[in-house]
């Protein structure tokens, strides 16, 4: 097992000898790496589509700040707009990367 692949945070009690042993295991290192680097790469499907929904609206909402701040005003069309560069910048970053 490689050590990206083992517990985050293991959880240990202990047995009916007196010795500690695994009881949980919870997110694996590389699960809670990709979490918190925003990177969906943990290998379960469902993780990702979360990661990558989660970076979506990270990445919206500061081309949102960044178009407010720059004088376009806050309409109707703002997190449209923010969100379909959001969209873009994304698909352009997965082609660099994956490809």
Known sequence: MKNLDTPDSP???????????????????????CIDLRIPESGDAELDALIEKARLQEVAAKFAQ??????????????????????????????????
């Open 11 to 33: 959880i240990f009690e202990t047995n009916g000898r007196g010795e500690l042993e695994p009881s949980s295991f919870g997110l694996t290192k590389r699960e809670r790496a």
């Open 66 to 99: 960044s178009l407010l701040a720059h004088g376009n005003g806050a309409d109707d069309n703002l997190m449209n707009e923010a969100i379909g560069t959001a969209d873009g910048f994304l698909y352009c970053l997965r082609e660099r990367t994956d490809g």
